[in-house]
C-alpha cells in the first residue's frame, strides 16, 4: 500500500476505461458538506432545472471524465428506512446523474450474502484503488491507494455483485 494519496482530478485523469466507486455507510460527516446539509435539512432543494445554481467543480471532474469515454459508476448500499443523510444524499443525485455518472442504490437487507471489502473504496481501470476511511462518526479519516491485485479482485468482484442487484438511481424510492 502506498501513503501517496493522489488528487480525485489525477486519480481520475488516469482512468482510461473505468471509475467504480462503492459507498457502504448510511451517514458521512465529511467537512465540505456540511453547510449543505444544513440547508437541505432546513428545505432547500436543488431545482433541477438552475442548473447554474448546483454545478460545481466535481461535476465538471467527472463530465470531463465521462466524455473521454471513461464509465463512471456509482452503488450506495443503505440502510432502510433510509437515513436522514441518505435522504439528503439521494435528493441531490441527480446532478452526479447530470454530469454522466451512472448511480445505482441497494437496499443493505439485498447485500447480506456479498462478500464486501470492509471500506468504500474508488477502483480505477480494475486495478487501482483509492480506499476511503472514515471515523466512527462519519469523518473523513483520509484516503489509502493500493495495486494489490487480489484486493482489486475483490473490490472489482465485489463492486459488480452490488451493481447487478442494485436499483437505478431513477427508479430508486426512498419512501
Known amino acids: 500500500m502506498s501513503s501517496s494519496v ?25 467537512d465540505y458538506e456540511s453547510e449543505s446539509f444544513a ?32 464509465a463512471v459508476r456509482r452503488a450506495r448500499i443503505v440502510s432502510q428506512p433510509v437515513s436522514e443523510y441518505i435522504r439528503y ?10 454530469a454522466g455518472e451512472q448511480v445505482r442504490w441497494l437496499p443493505r437487507r439485498q447485500a447480506s450474502d456479498l462478500a464486501l471489502p470492509g471500506n468504500d473504496f474508488w477502483l480505477i481501470d480494475g486495478r487501482l484503488i483509492r480506499w476511503n476511511h472514515f471515523t ?13 491485485p487480489a484486493a482489486a479482485k475483490l473490490c472489482a468482484d465485489a463492486f459488480e455483485a452490488v451493481w447487478a442487484r442494485a436499483i437505478p438511481h431513477d427508479e430508486f424510492r426512498i419512501d
Open 136 to 148: 466512527g462518526d462519519g469523518a473523513s479519516a483520509g484516503g489509502e491507494i493500493s495495486t494489490d
Open 39 to 70: 440547508r437541505w435539512r432546513q428545505g432547500f432543494r436543488h431545482d433541477p432545472a438552475d442548473r447554474a445554481s448546483w454545478w460545481r467543480p466535481w461535476l465538471d471532474l467527472i463530465q470531463e471524465t465521462v466524455g473521454r469515454g471513461v
Open 89 to 98: 444524499e439521494h435528493s441531490g443525485t441527480f446532478t452526479n446523474v447530470a
Open 6 to 30: 493522489p488528487t480525485f482530478p489525477d486519480l481520475l485523469g488516469r482512468a482510461t476505461e473505468s471509475a467504480v466507486h462503492l459507498e457502504m455507510r448510511d451517514s458521512y460527516a465529511v
